[in-house]
Antibody, heavy 114, light 112 residues
Framework: EVQLVESGGIVVQPGGSLRLSCAASGFTFDDYAMHWVRQAPGKGLEWVSLISWDGGTTYYADSVKGRFTISRDNSKNSLFLQMNSLRAEDTAFYYC???????WGQGTLVTVSS | DVVMTQSPLSLPVTLGQPASISCRSSESLVHSDGNTYLNWFQQRPGQSPRRLIYKVSKRDSGVPDRFSGSGSGTDFTLKISRVQAEDVGVYYCMQGTQWPLTFGGGTEVEIK
């Protein structure tokens, strides 16, 4: 059974930093590109970032470029998102996902508030 | 980036009646490998998205056959032949032909 389990979501002040983690199991992790997708409360899905299977290629949404960094550790079947200079508009559920394969985690809530 | 436009925004449906959701892309979704990477996701209240359809019309394992996808190029449709109570939620189309992935804005299906 495919499992993606996110962790690290908390309440953080504007300007703060946070690192999200995602533990993958049930599939060959290093065969797939991985993504972070977020969803603000009551809003739609917004793609945030992707990383290729080997970590050699990364992409970011304009809204997070220069502030967020995606990475992976294939030896530990893990995906990460380093989030710096957080803003109120970054408040959302963050999903670890391989949407092209239909794989989604349960999400972790990041709240940016003073 | 490819822009995905869904309609309608909200879709009230009577139980047992059909429902149809439209999704249009700003560019053709035909990949150079010949496949069209158009997916449909269902998100029930309080849950993560669940993929229903991939490559336009292929149903994921366990998805009821009342769900069907069709279309080509830039125009795609998700149909529910007979809406059930458990179909309530928001439906999203997503293209995977070009990186970055992009999603439609969502269609909320509710029971009249």
């Amino acid at each position: 059974e495919v499992q993606l389990v996110e962790s690290g979501g908390i309440v953080v002040q504007p300007g703060g930093s946070l690192r999200l983690s995602c533990a993958a199991s049930g599939f060959t992790f290093d065969d797939y590109a991985m993504h972070w997708v977020r969803q603000a409360p009551g809003k739609g899905l917004e793609w945030v970032s992707l990383i290729s299977w080997d970590g050699g290629t990364t992409y970011y949404a304009d809204s997070v470029k220069g502030r967020f960094t995606i990475s992976r550790d294939n030896s530990k079947n893990s995906l990460f998102l380093q989030m710096n200079s957080l803003r109120a508009e970054d408040t959302a559920f963050y999903y670890c996902a391989a949407p092209e394969e239909g794989y989604w985690g349960q999400g972790t809530l990041v709240t940016v508030s003073s | 980036d490819v822009v995905m436009t869904q309609s309608p925004l909200s879709l009230p449906v009577t139980l047992g009646q059909p429902a149809s959701i439209s999704c249009r892309s700003s560019e053709s979704l035909v990949h150079s490998d010949g496949n069209t990477y158009l997916n449909w996701f269902q998100q029930r209240p309080g849950q993560s998205p669940r993929r229903l359809i991939y490559k336009v019309s292929k149903r994921d394992s366990g998805v009821p056959d009342r769900f069907s996808g069709s279309g080509s190029g830039t125009d795609f449709t998700l149909k529910i032949s007979r809406v059930q109570a458990e179909d309530v939620g928001v439906y999203y189309c997503m293209q995977g032909t070009q990186w970055p992935l992009t999603f439609g804005g969502g269609t909320e299906v509710e029971i009249k």
